[in-house]
């Protein structure tokens, strides 16, 4: 396929990217679990930066109370699909870019299966359950892990890499918090989701170039306040997952 590179002239001429880093993006394979508050901006800005070929996974169904703070999305959206509508919206914002779409709950049967084809994964979802999987999964499939979560004003952010035995989300969250705990129980606005999937989507790109990333740090953004905090994190030696 014939790439346009008008469109990526300005990440061309960044010193840290350039063709070669172009090309990285263009080869990349990331996956994105969830396409809601979190994944829409991390989709929308992986797909503007021409990361070549994207996985969105999410077998949830557009319902209004979604509309605050999930972009991809509007009232015509309504009952349909999340992962066929964003796919939709997406490419024809690049039709550079491959999509391939996974519609299903993320179990620890298919998990592994999924993940063993990308080069990033990006958790995107919003419950504490499927976060522990997700990081369970990834650290088992040796894949890099982009982790966000948001509540209200406040968001976290870090990046898990298996093969460089870093810390990982359990390490941060070593007590599962109730399975009831989920976005549907907790205020978001908008506009968090909104910076925290920006950033996760950065911290895609970076690892994807070579450039420094949140490793053993979590990133700690209060919205009320505009703070930005980062802590290192150590691994936790009676850590199921990444001990």
Known sequence: MQIDLERYKRQLSIEAIGKHGQQKLFDAKVLVCGTGGLGGPALTYLTAAGVGNI????????????????????????????????????????????????????????????????DVVIDAVDNFQSRYLINAAAYKSSVPLVCGAVCEFEGILTVIVPKENTSCFQC???????????????????????????????????????????KNKVLIFNGIENIYRIRTISKRKNCPICR
């Open 55 to 118: 996985g969105l996974c999410d077998f949830d169904i557009v319902e209004p109370s979604n509309l605050n703070r999930q972009i991809l999305y509007n009232y015509a959206d309504i009952k349909k699909q999340k992962t066929n509508i964003a796919k939709e919206r997406l490419e024809k914002f690049n039709p550079d870019v491959k999509f391939k779409v996974y519609p299903e709950k993320l179990t620890e049967e298919n998990t592994s299966d999924i993940f063993k084809n990308y």
């Open 172 to 214: 941060i969250y070593p007590i599962k918090p109730s399975a009831e705990l989920t976005s549907k129980t907790f205020g978001i606005l908008g506009a968090i989701a909104g910076v925290i999937g920006s950033m996760q989507a950065l911290e895609a790109i970076k690892f994807i170039l070579g450039l420094h990333c949140l």
